[in-house]
């Protein structure tokens, strides 16, 4: 890797340009995500329970949305000079800011430090959008675009904090809604330049980081049983219906490649990076079932059987069903056979209905094994192709 120069030129970059990966600083960036999620995921296990869900969809928003404006416009306008790095440094500082604040939004619905930290992040983006404009005339309106609609809707997230509880939904959603429709309006005056194989590969990566979340709640999980009841039956079902699972998710995720359909079908990206919300709020979601999975084995239930495996089943469904649903746009063909995939969600969504009598250990174990049986059977599917992209 070479030093950055210390001031470059911010044009837009090729979106066929050869091997293009991500960087290390995108690397890095990924990184303080992986506390904030962490945070976010964590008072889903701590009995929060529905009372939980909305703050959880709420706060995972900001999360998703700092880290999709980053990713994109890094893909169209990474010059990675000194310039650039120190606002990407900005936007990490936010993003840690942000985490800090997420224990007072669940507890307390304040989201002050929450709304500072989106606030932060989005003068670095902001200040990015201002350059490019400047530096790259023919990218100028759309990039005034985006720097004039981000700010207008961060003021509107700044004048939320004085309203009252009442409306803190309400206007979550209606200020939610006009920062999606920002790139929206600003592409209308022209497409920005992103790269469709790093996009993808950028979201693979964050879904790794959302499984690698999984992974590290669940075995901090694991070692406090392991300390207050020792090993058992429960615990090892658990356990290894969890590996399963994810391992499961991980293959199904990486057999809808994305990159080829983004290339031949720019104009449906929208619909395909908006919709990982669903599978990224998911997959941070199957974390904290798991480790309730593990709590529950040690008599630290805060959900009956039936309810603890239904908060494992939702977002095994949603991620799967989303997945399909995300993908059918871009490829001609699934890989993954729909039929095959409704059949699964209908199977692991039925299996809290036999919680109470089979217990949660068998039931963490069946949705694992439903999910890595529509893996085997993708696999082994004589007519699998991979991706075709009319």
């Known amino acids: 890797m070479t030093s950055p120069s210390i001031r470059g030129r911010m044009v837009a970059r090729n979106p066929s340009e050869p091997h293009r990966a991500s960087s290390p600083l995108e690397l890095l960036f990924d990184l303080t995500f992986v506390v904030a999620i962490s945070q976010v995921a964590a008072p889903l296990a701590e009995g929060h329970g529905l009372d939980g869900i909305v703050p959880y969809l709420m706060v995972f928003f900001a999360i998703w949305w700092a880290w999709m404006n980053f990713t994109w416009f890094a893909s169209a306008y990474d010059i990675d000079d000194v310039p650039y790095r120190l606002l990407t440094m900005l936007q990490m500082a936010g993003v840690l800011v942000l985490a800090a604040g997420v224990p007072a939004a669940f507890e307390g619905q304040d989201y002050v430090f929450v709304t500072v930290g989106y606030l932060i992040m989005r003068v670095g983006l902001v200040s990015q959008w201002i350059r490019a404009g400047v530096e790259h005339p023919q990218g100028r309106v759309t990039a005034f675009r985006y720097a004039g609609g981000?700010?207008?809707?961060?003021?509107?997230?700044?004048?939320?904090?004085?309203?009252?509880?009442?409306?803190?939904?309400?206007s979550f959603v209606v200020l939610a809604v006009l920062d999606l429709s920002v790139p929206l309006w600003?592409?209308?005056?022209g497409s920005t330049s992103w790269h469709p194989h790093h996009?993808?590969?950028?979201?693979?990566?964050?879904?790794?980081?959302?499984?690698?979340?999984?992974?590290?709640?669940?075995?901090?999980?694991?070692?406090?049983?392991?300390?207050a009841t020792g090993v058992s039956a429960g615990l090892v079902?658990?356990?290894?219906?969890?590996?399963?699972?994810?391992?499961?998710?991980?293959?199904?995720?990486?057999?809808?490649?994305?990159?080829?359909?983004?290339?031949?079908?720019?104009?449906?990206?929208?619909?395909?990076?908006?919709?990982?919300?669903?599978?990224?709020?998911?997959?941070?979601?199957?974390?904290?079932?798991?480790?309730?999975a593990v709590e529950h084995g040690a008599g630290e239930a805060h959900l009956s059987d039936a309810g603890a495996a239904l908060a494992l089943a939702v977002p095994v469904a949603l991620f799967l069903a989303s997945l399909s649903a995300l993908h059918a746009p871009l490829a001609s063909r699934l890989a993954i056979r729909p039929a095959a995939v409704a059949i699964a969600v209908a199977l692991i969504l039925a299996v809290p209905?036999?919680?109470?009598a089979n217990g949660l250990p068998s039931s963490v174990l069946a949705i694992a094994l439903v999910a890595a049986a529509l893996a085997a059977v993708t696999i082994a599917d004589p007519r699998r192709r991979g991706e075709t992209v009319a």
């Open 186 to 189: 600003a592409e209308r005056t």
């Open 237 to 292: 079902e658990v356990a290894v219906g969890g590996l399963v699972l994810l391992f499961a998710l991980w293959w199904l995720y990486y057999l809808e490649p994305a990159g080829a359909g983004l290339a031949a079908r720019r104009n449906r990206s929208f619909l395909w990076g908006y919709g990982h919300y669903v599978i990224f709020a998911s997959l941070a979601a199957v974390g904290a079932a798991l480790e309730v």
């Open 150 to 170: 981000v700010t207008l809707v961060q003021l509107g997230w700044v004048a939320r904090l004085a309203l009252p509880p009442e409306f803190g939904v309400a």
């Open 353 to 356: 209905l036999a919680a109470p």
């Open 199 to 227: 996009i993808a590969e950028r979201y693979g990566l964050f879904t790794i980081i959302l499984l690698g979340e999984s992974v590290s709640a669940a075995t901090i999980a694991v070692k406090g049983s392991l300390s």
